[in-house]
């Protein structure tokens, strides 16, 4: 991993957060069908396979999506990132950094 450049400004400035789901089973995303090529399987209890990550978007760059934190309701990642939003508005980019990303 290539360190980070020092840059002082607000991280609000540089960073967004967002909530998304994960799939978190270890079933491959396809079935194979003599009659038809590929279809997706069945899911019996989606919530039970199902994580939520909490990640933090670099503005201004493509594809740059940085993990925070995953938990298992989405209450508690909710609950995270409205946490990581205040340290967020408070930290300088490389504060924030150092607190959420450099632990990837």
Partial sequence: MTPRRRIIGAASEFY???VT???ATEEPDFEWHD???FRTPTIDHPEDRTLWAVEAVALGETESVHRISCFDSYDEAVDHAHAAEDDLADLT???F???YLDAE
Avoid: H
């Fill in 93 to 95: 980019k490389s504060g």
């Fill in 35 to 37: 009659d038809i090529l």
């Fill in 21 to 23: 789901s994960v799939d």
């Fill in 97 to 99: 950094e150092e607190r």
């Fill in 16 to 18: 967004r957060l967002r």
